[in-house]
């Protein structure tokens, strides 16, 4: 049977939400897991929770610096890298009348372009261990919220870079995968600044009944799909949707 034992994984944005989530999940299972992210104070709360082989790298996914010392780092602590599971990212909402291209510009280069280069920083490693590159898509390529166009945008990105990739890097027996999850605990919307983190638990709770099956999901049923697709060898290119039914576009009574 598949392992995720003695794994070596990067896992971005680390210090909450999924990120935080699968990594627990991921080294509870026996995995070499390095967390990366901003905010230095989360990340060590994520390795003194956590019990196990994990460590964490303070870097930002826009600095190539930041992303040669992830890379680094993760092939140090696991003794190379197996997979490269890129969460990081920010969310940016508003009405089209009040778009900022600065902004624009930002979310694209935390949520797409970053981890794009963070791919090419990795290539290397992950062509020695034939390892995977995992993406993070959202609900929001299937359902349409208002003022979500921005974050939508990048999460489509993703999603056909997904495919692109899983194209080009077949020959280097690097597979390329991406999850969809649904409503999930993030900070997302706290770090953007576009609610406070009570707001986002109301929030999070109302959207149960937009889900077929009447609730919101837990990190660790989205780490389930990750560990699939880590250890999942003729599965590439994939889009896989964990989302509770959200993006069935149904409402329960």
Known sequence: MASLVGKSVLITGGGSGIGFGVAKYFVEKGARVVIAGRREN?????????AGDISYVVGDVTDGQGRKEMIDKSIEFGGGLDAL????????RCDVADFNEDKLLEIFHSNVIGGMMLVKEAYQPLKDSEGCV???GSVHTQRAFPNASPYAATKGALEALTGVLAAELGKDNIRVGCVR??????EINVRAGLSTQGES???LKG?????????????EE???????????QWATGNV???????????TQE
């Open 201 to 203: 638990d109301e929030r």
């Open 85 to 92: 599971i890129s969460n990081a990212g920010n969310m940016y």
């Open 42 to 50: 989360k990340l060590k709360e994520v390795c003194t929770e956590v």
């Open 181 to 186: 999850p649904g409503g999930v605990p993030t």
């Open 240 to 250: 896989l949707t964990i989302d509770g039914g959200l993006g069935l576009g149904v």
């Open 222 to 232: 989205i780490a389930e799909a990750f560990e699939y697709l880590v250890n999942a």
């Open 207 to 219: 959207m149960g009944k937009l889900h077929a099956l009447g609730r919101p999901g837990t990190p």
């Open 134 to 136: 995992l993406f993070v």
